[in-house]
């Protein structure tokens, strides 16, 4: 086979077919990896390669910032791959909002996942995992979420009409902007009382014992689409590798992508260094940045150490401690990528920082002033690059690029909440409306 499952577990590395539907290791219930045999497979000798598809916009598959790069996620034949245009993204040069963080005008780069479909970098995933559901034959599928998840699928089940969405969500935040689309979308919404973490218990269990394709990022097959963000970041480069990539951690689906994708393409000689990754938690829900930066928690070789893991979150539950923050698409304390983010760690020489409310907040009007809205937990990358730089692992004259993961009409309510609010000494990037009587001077001088 050119395409396969393959555990990551050093000690295991068991392979699987790709026409079987797992979401783990059968033998020893780690994640699984879409691996490919480039004996059989000839890739690319250089990234310049991907330029000739460029004059072919015409071909959905061409236009598509996923299957554009067809050639490096091979698992399925081209024509078997689902696209409603996703991935057209830009990478803006963000002059206004370097002096935020403190790096030189020209040495930050905001990659606005934004523009596609669903408003999210959710659809990159979601047409490799949609595409691979529809290939094995699947009529339903079903997604734990806070969000944005939930619209991706329920987009590419409506636009298509491959499959039944059927999305899970808790009781706790959802930002309207997000639940609006599912509910426009027509998937089956199940509202459960609890948060992320028990949705994705639950939805587990239910895919499994009713045999419903899950499309959360615990199918390797999301992870394979996303990683076509960091190939799209490299060609607005002009194929140059940034120095380091900053990004929100939630699930953990991007950083675990993104260090695939640098190590697939550093292993087939297509990249000759890797940039640094920075993975930014939400302070209310910081998993990982607990683990990684305070008890200590690394790859390993790939042999994690489960024993701290376990203990870490049989004291989570002891302690009834649950994800809160204002960034709902991070408000998740039991990432399911665990594992496969401290290989991307690893690989990257990575780190992993929180950062506060008011920090993301802050940081997310940034990001307005200069042209781009987006979602809180996209702000959460230019508030950690902030912090990386006034403590000096970020050097002012490097080049950074910050993933913004969504649309800032995905949570309205936040921003205008942001600009209104009228405590002293509190959001001081606030653009307060003028209230003024309906006077044509009070107007004219209130200008």
């Known amino acids: 086979m050119a395409a396969l499952q393959q555990c990551i577990n050093p000690r295991c590395e068991k392979q699987f077919a790709i026409e079987e539907v797992l979401y783990a290791c059968p033998a020893c219930g780690e994640p699984l990896d879409v691996e490919y045999d480039w004996n059989k497979i000839a890739p690319p000798?250089?990234?310049?390669?991907?330029?000739?598809?460029?004059?072919?916009r015409s071909n959905p598959h061409r236009r598509s910032g996923v299957w554009r790069f067809h050639d490096l996620l091979p698992f399925l034949p081209i024509e078997h791959c689902?696209?409603?245009?996703?991935?057209?993204?830009?990478?803006?040069q963000a002059h206004r909002v370097a002096p935020y963080t403190g790096l030189k005008n020209d040495r930050l780069f905001l990659q606005y996942e934004g523009l596609n479909p669903s408003g999210s970098f959710?659809?990159?995933?979601?047409?490799?995992?949609?595409?691979?559901?529809?290939?094995?034959?699947a009529k339903k599928a079903a997604c734990a979420s806070t969000g944005n998840t939930s619209a991706s699928l329920a987009i590419y089940?409506?636009?298509?009409?491959?499959?039944?969405?059927?999305?899970?969500?808790g009781s706790g935040k959802i930002a309207y902007g997000k639940l609006s689309q599912a509910l426009d979308?027509?998937?089956?919404?199940?509202?459960?009382?609890?948060?992320?973490d028990d949705a994705m218990a639950r939805v587990q269990q239910v895919a499994k014992e009713q045999s419903i394709y899950l499309v959360n990022s615990v199918n390797p097959f999301r992870i394979e689409g996303q990683k076509t963000i960091m190939f799209r970041v490299l060609e607005a480069l002009?194929?140059?590798?940034?120095?380091?990539?900053?990004?929100?951690?939630?699930?953990?689906?991007?950083s675990s992508s993104f260090g695939k994708a640098f190590i697939e393409l550093h292993r087939l000689g297509l990249i000759s260094r890797v940039p640094r990754l920075a993975i930014i938690n939400a302070a209310g829900a910081n998993t990982l940045y607990r683990l990684y930066e305070q008890e200590g928690l690394r790859w390993n070789g790939g042999q994690c150490d489960k024993t701290l893991t376990q203990k870490f979150f049989e004291r989570m539950t002891a302690e009834g401690r649950k994800a809160s923050t204002i960034a709902s698409a991070i408000e998740?304390?039991?990432?399911?990528?665990?594992?496969?983010?401290?290989?991307?760690?690893?690989?990257?020489?990575?780190?992993?920082?929180?950062?506060?409310?008011?920090e993301i907040l802050d940081a997310k009007a940034q990001v307005g002033a200069g042209g781009l809205g987006c979602e809180p937990a996209s702000a959460a990358s230019i508030a950690g690059a902030r912090k990386l730089v006034a403590e000096g692992i970020i050097e002012k004259s490097e080049r950074v690029v910050c993933i913004l993961t969504g649309h800032q009409l995905k949570d309205p309510n936040v921003t205008v909440a942001y600009h209104t609010l009228e405590q002293q000494g509190v959001n001081e990037f606030a653009n307060r409306p003028i209230s003024v009587e309906n006077d044509l001077e009070r107007i004219v001088a209130s200008l």
């Open 238 to 254: 002009h194929w140059e590798v940034p120095d380091w990539i900053v990004v929100p951690g939630g699930n953990l689906g991007n």
């Open 45 to 56: 000798k250089s990234l310049k390669h991907f330029e000739q598809y460029w004059q072919q």
């Open 332 to 358: 998740i304390n039991r990432p399911v990528n665990l594992a496969k983010c401290l290989r991307a760690l690893d690989f990257c020489n990575g780190v992993v920082r929180e950062v506060t409310e008011q």
């Open 185 to 196: 979308y027509g998937a089956k919404t199940i509202q459960i009382q609890g948060d992320f």
């Open 157 to 169: 089940a409506a636009c298509t009409g491959l499959m039944q969405s059927i999305i899970f969500i």
């Open 82 to 92: 689902i696209s409603i245009g996703e991935g057209q993204t830009i990478l803006q």
């Open 122 to 137: 959710k659809d990159n995933g979601m047409a490799a995992a949609f595409s691979h559901g529809a290939f094995i034959g």
